[in-house]
């Protein structure tokens, strides 16, 4: 079935530094992708997607591409500030009725000063 | 606009006890849907609403059940709590229509002892 995989944590990098958190996705067709972004004691909240292949999502200096070549939608910021610390996870809809996401394991991120 | 939100935050239940996880709703989706998170395993869907007064099993649904009399409410309910029920449970919101989007709300962190 669909999934995606996505790079095993944690990452710790310094203040300023160039963040990629890696996801690859199994899938039936082109399906939309989603970063999602969980900060300490909270629920998730979108910060990125894209909805076919080649698309770009962006959101908060983080980028991210729809590559159905290497099957890839890897997430990137030029330059993480500490308060980028959080667990990042990759989605795509598991099936085409219920439209639920399949995430990935998550990757937590700690930004040093 | 609350957009998701879930009571309790926090609930500690013996083995055998019974509770409801509420989730509410106020952007007139139509879709709905519980996931737990487990450490290093994403999310996992429990149960799905497409509609009010619709319900279908998700990857995870033994010890569950769930109730949706309105469109803004979603319930969870654990008849009888097992250790292996520990978790944090999400729920979600989606717009449904053309959109995989979902909305979550901040979590309930329960502890079966």
């Known amino acids: 079935g669909d999934s995606v995989t996505q790079m095993e944590g944690p990452v710790t990098l310094s203040e300023e530094a160039f963040l990629t958190i890696n996801c690859t996705y199994t899938a039936t067709g082109y399906p939309s992708l989603f970063w999602y972004v969980q900060y300490p004691g909270e629920g998730l909240q979108l910060l990125l997607k894209?909805?076919?292949?080649?698309d770009k999502g962006s959101n908060k200096g983080f980028e991210a591409t729809y590559r159905k070549e290497t099957t890839s939608f890897h997430l990137e910021k030029g330059s993480v500030q500490v308060s980028d610390s959080a667990v990042y996870f990759c989605a795509l809809p598991l099936d085409t009725g219920r439209r639920a996401l399949t995430f990935g394991s998550g990757t937590r991120l700690q930004v040093q000063p | 606009n609350a957009g998701v939100t879930q009571t309790p935050k926090f609930q500690v239940l013996k083995t055998g006890q019974s509770m409801t996880l509420q989730c509410a709703q106020d952007?007139?989706?139509?879709?709905m849907y519980w996931y737990r998170q487990d450490p290093g395993m994403g999310l996992r869907l429990i149960y799905y609403?497409?509609?009010?007064?619709?319900?279908d099993k998700g990857e995870v649904p033994n010890g569950y059940n769930v109730s949706r009399l309105n469109k803004r409410e979603f319930s969870l309910r654990l008849e009888s709590a097992a250790p292996s029920q520990t978790s944090v449970y999400f729920c979600?919101?989606?717009?449904?229509?053309?959109?995989?989007?979902?909305?979550f709300g901040p979590g309930t962190r329960l502890t079966v002892l």
């Open positions: 894209a909805t076919k292949a080649d």
């Open positions: 609403s497409a509609s009010e007064g619709t319900t």
């Open positions: 952007m007139n989706h139509n879709s």
């Open positions: 979600a919101s989606r717009q449904g229509f053309d959109t995989d989007t979902q909305y």
